[in-house]
């Protein structure tokens, strides 16, 4: 840089903080060189700089700049001076032309520093040093020193070091002279918009002034609704997010226009940007500080966020970026304060019981090798000591604790809480309580009121479909996983659990032993964003073999603790497996039919009948007893023959049963 190569302390060959002897002595020993028309050099030419030519013109002009308090504080903030042992240590190192090692010393007490007493020189020297650096980033850090220091209560030392005390301090109007100063040392050597790149962490007003080098027209309009709503803003806060979302709506379009003409990285787009997504967040905190003031309740939170939200979408700053989180999560832990409450308490309970547990367990360990229970004189009554345990805690206490905190306001605070560990941990938690107090009814109730609360989802569900592996038909035969597809519209982007529950045709859980969460079939996470249509859960079966009985089914699904959606599909066999069923059947009957005797029950009349012909009988004759054998055999003949008929008949018209089957098996299509 021209100013700091040629800058006329360095020409004079004396620091900036030189006392008016040490300059009058610089000047007798310059004169007295030039007498006998030797060049006179200097220890502060530093080897990092540029070799300068010495010369009578521009020593006296250099001797007069640094005497006139109108430039000398400009000069001195493009130059070094020696306040402290930093600086001299440095200083020495940059004599022998070690500038890294310079900067090592300088940034030690300069980077992530604030501006104090003892370093508000080492801030001015190494921005100098900085500023004649090579890389853009050395340029950008020296520029961001040098406004530093301008900007801090510390200047004025600064000031009063090189200029007296009598020179009247503008802080601005300083940065402003340094900015013009810095912006015609560029522009020479650098494209518009590397300069403009150069100065992007300056602050906001020095941002502004830079702006309005380069404004342009979406750039003004932008500044403009900042304002305007700024001003609405101040008018009514009650108001503000209704200001903030029509600063968006107003903005939009105009930031992406900005952003096409002069790019993402662009400066100016940047510090608009930012600028637009400070005022949406102020309005963000205006409304919400004003809103709980009048009507003490939560719902401001979610406004505020969403304002905040919007924010952190716009700025494109890291500062203005951090901030916006910063604020989103305060309002998420503000928002979540029941739940951290709860989860404290709950934690506190279980503490207190478990010490309780501890504490008679020890004493228990004790008695048992005492020297009366080892020789059966005394026995420890275990039933006694588990109910000392289990009242170790006046649960009645807690359960009126429990009811004033977890009231059905709460829950549903605590339901619909995005912050999912510490919901998880709540419901262990509460849980464990059901599970250990002896005054269950009021834990249970409060279990089920939270469970009936409806969670707020990420997504709208459209439609659904049961899926099966290759989308075969549900039949039996082709049945291997059994899922769900859930068509959607997102609303938002967020991780969503879903517990999913396979319920059987008698009603029960299908579970698996080893991977089965508590109540569940099981359990998926899925991310949702604004490209997710459609949620394909997880098929429930094996790869080996239908597992589905024949029968209703019904998929359930849960989102903490809440059944969002269901969906019914029923197993049946396929007609193939089905005509085999009935082929087998069938054919069983055929077989059947050939061991079936027809007129079987007139047979055995007729037999039984023959059987007391052919017994004895008084008075009646050998011919009459022949007669009536023979009549007797005609009939069991004649039903013999029926009988054999009949079978045929029916043989015949089950084999054409079966024939029929095999013909409807060959041409199902499944």
């Not at 930093?86 to 500038?99: N, P, T, V």
């Not at 008084?618 to 003949?637: P, T, W």
Request: aromatic residues 8%; charged residues 30%; glycine residues 2%.
């Amino acid at each position: 840089m021209k100013i700091i190569q040629e800058n006329p302390f360095r020409i004079v060959g004396v620091l900036s903080n030189a006392t008016a002897k040490d300059i009058q002595s610089r000047k007798n020993k310059i004169i007295a060189y030039a007498k006998v028309g030797k060049q006179i050099s200097s220890d502060f030419d530093f080897p990092s700089l540029l070799t300068i030519e010495r010369d009578q013109s521009n020593i006296e002009k250099s001797f007069s700049a640094i005497q006139q308090s109108n430039e000398i504080l400009v000069n001195s903030l493009f130059w070094f001076l020696n306040t402290n042992s930093f600086d001299e240590a440095a200083i020495s190192y940059l004599q022998k032309g070690d500038k890294d090692k310079a900067i090592e010393i300088w940034e030690k007490v300069t980077l992530d520093k604030a501006v104090s007493l003892k370093n508000f020189s080492c801030f001015n020297n190494i921005g100098t040093l900085k500023l004649i650096g090579i890389r853009k980033n050395d340029i950008k850090e020296g520029i961001e020193a040098k406004l530093k220091l301008i900007e801090s209560t510390h200047f004025k030392n600064f000031v009063k070091l090189v200029a007296g005390e009598a020179f009247i301090i503008d802080h601005e109007k300083q940065c402003e002279i340094v900015l013009d100063i810095l912006l015609n040392e560029f522009k020479s050597k650098f494209p518009i918009a590397e300069v403009i790149e150069l100065f992007e962490h300056c602050n906001e007003k020095s941002q502004k002034y830079l702006a309005d080098k380069f404004a342009e027209e979406p750039l003004q309009n932008i500044e403009a609704a900042i304002e305007n709503t700024k001003q609405k803003r101040n008018r009514s806060k009650i108001d503000a997010d209704k200001f903030g979302k029509q600063l968006h709506n107003e903005t939009n379009e105009l930031l992406e226009q900005l952003k096409s003409i002069l790019g993402s990285e662009n400066l100016k787009f940047k510090m608009v940007a930012d600028n637009v997504a400070k005022e949406i967040m102020q309005c963000g905190i205006d409304y919400f500080n004003e809103s709980r003031e009048k009507h003490n309740d939560d719902a401001c939170i979610e406004v505020a966020m969403q304002l905040n939200k919007t924010a952190e979408s716009i700025a494109v700053g890291k500062l203005t970026k951090d901030r916006a989180k910063d604020h989103l999560k305060t309002l998420e832990e503000m928002k979540d304060q029941v739940l951290s409450e709860t989860i404290v308490f709950l934690r506190s309970i279980k503490k207190l019981y478990l010490d309780n547990e501890k504490n008679i367990r020890d004493e228990v360990a004790k008695l048992e090798q005492s020297v009366d229970v080892l020789l059966g004189r005394k026995t420890i009554n275990y039933w006694t000591i588990e109910e000392m345990i289990s009242n170790s805690i006046q649960w009645d206490k807690v359960d009126e604790m429990m009811i004033d905190l977890l009231s059905d306001s709460n829950l549903e605070k605590i339901k619909h809480s995005k912050n999912e560990e510490q919901k998880k941990e709540f419901l262990e938690l509460v849980n464990w309580l059901k599970t250990t107090s002896t005054k269950k009814s009021k834990i249970t109730s409060i279990i089920n009121n939270y469970k009936k609360i409806p969670p707020k989802l990420p997504f709208k569900i459209v439609s659904s479909v049961v899926t099966n592996t290759d989308d075969k038909p549900l039949y039996t035969k082709f049945l291997r996983f059994i899922g769900l597809s859930i068509v959607v519209q997102a609303l938002e982007e967020k991780k969503v659990v879903f517990c999913v529950k396979y319920i059987k045709p008698d009603g029960k859980l299908s579970q698996n032993k080893n991977t089965s969460p508590d109540g569940y079939s099981y359990t998926e996470t899925v991310q949702i964003n604004s490209l997710t249509s459609k949620i394909n859960l997880l098929g429930w079966g094996s790869d080996k073999k239908s597992t589905f009985d024949l029968g209703k089914h019904r998929i359930e699904v849960y989102v903490d603790e809440f059944m969002i959606h269901s969906k019914e599909f029923t197993v049946d066999l396929a007609p193939s497996e089905r005509l085999e069923k009935e082929l087998i059947s069938a054919e069983q009957k055929l077989r059947e039919l050939n061991d079936t005797e027809f007129l079987s029950s007139e047979l055995r009349t007729a037999r039984n009948e023959m059987k007391k012909i052919k017994e004895w009988q008084f008075l009646r004759s050998q011919s009459d007893r022949e007669l009536q054998i023979e009549n007797k055999q005609k009939q069991i003949d004649i039903l013999l023959i029926r009988s054999e008929s009949e079978k045929v008949s029916q043989l015949a018209k089950q084999q054409t049963i079966i024939t029929e089957l095999k013909s409807q098996i060959k041409k199902a299509k499944y």
